[in-house]
């Protein structure tokens, strides 16, 4: 309902929806919720704003929180915007999460990155593959054919490609 009600609304509207949502993050409480609205309230508002607040959400917040602040960044990723994506899993390199829902999340966001600039993800997997946590890449590399997938698996720590 409140994706429906964002996609029509003002401006002024928009930032309403936007505040509520986050005021009420105690209740999307699973995945699911999440990943189908993260990115069409949060990302959406933040797309043309200052984008700072999904790191803040990423880095700070709980559980969900952090999920809700990567998952923001598909609306990015969809415009081939991926600094903020680049930062989050940056930082996620030097402090380990230890939850697989945020590793899958990373890894989904550079996928999704892939399908819109395969380069651009190669590029980036090609430096950072033997940094990401195994899930996050297993995630990222879904959609590369089996020898590439086993060449980034097999990437030792510290060795460009």
């Known amino acids: ?24 993050t105690r209740y999307i409480n699973n995945w699911d919720l999440v990943d189908l609205s993260a990115p069409y309230i949060v990302g959406a508002y933040l797309v043309d704003k200052d984008r700072a607040f999904v790191k803040q959400l990423a880095f700070h917040g709980n559980l969900w929180e952090q999920r809700i602040g990567i998952l923001a960044t598909l609306a990015f990723i969809r415009r081939r915007e991926y600094e903020e994506l680049f930062e989050i899993i940056a930082h996620f390199i030097k402090e380990s999460h230890p939850h697989d829902l945020i590793q899958k999340a990373l890894g989904w966001m550079l996928r999704e990155l892939g399908k819109r600039d395969k380069v651009v993800l190669t590029n980036y997997l090609t430096l950072h593959a033997p940094h990401l946590p195994r899930t996050t890449l297993r995630y990222a590399i879904e959609h590369y054919p089996p020898l590439s997938r086993r060449s980034f698996l097999t990437l030792p720590v510290g060795m460009k490609k």
């Open 1 to 24: 309902i409140l994706i429906g009600q964002f996609r029509n609304a003002s401006p002024k509207e928009q930032t309403r929806l936007h505040e509520f949502y986050l005021a009420n």
